[in-house]
Nanobody, 122 residues
Framework: VQLQAFGGGLVQAGDSLRLSCTAS????????MAWFRQGPGKEREFVAAITWRGLTTDYADSVKGRFTISRDNAKSTVYLQINSLEPEDTAVYYCAAGGGSDFPRIDRYIYWGQGTQVTVSS
């Protein structure tokens, strides 16, 4: 099983980014997908999730209205569109695959990517 996240980088406040995470080695279309992030000196936190068919999404309050999660099951890829980036969004962003409906629960996710760094300068 492999989850490869990419698309991070060094950007300025107000910019946009699209993160991608491509999966292999398991049935992508049968698993919910999520993005988490871990900022400097912080715990890993939930950002967004999407159900296996893409019909339901969920977001952390801190990102609602700025982040959009989507998926393409034909490409085994989940995306995170990030708009109006803020310095507080600086973190390593991880994609994760798992089941269950309690999306923010980190222990629900069984496969994890290696993370992609997003750094936002003010």
């Amino acid at each position: 099983v492999q989850l490869q996240a990419f698309g991070g980088g060094l950007v300025q406040a107000g910019d946009s980014l699209r993160l991608s995470c491509t999966a292999s080695g398991y049935t992508f279309s049968r698993h919910n997908m999520a993005w988490f992030r871990q900022g400097p000196g912080k715990e890993r936190e939930f950002v967004a999730a999407i159900t296996w068919r893409g019909l339901t999404t969920d977001y952390a309050d801190s990102v609602k209205g700025r982040f959009t999660i989507s998926r393409d099951n034909a490409k085994s890829t989940v995306y995170l569109q990030i708009n109006s980036l803020e310095p507080e969004d600086t973190a390593v962003y991880y994609c994760a695959a798992g089941g269950g409906s309690d999306f923010p629960r980190i222990d629900r996710y069984i496969y994890w990517g290696q993370g992609t760094q997003v750094t936002v300068s003010s």
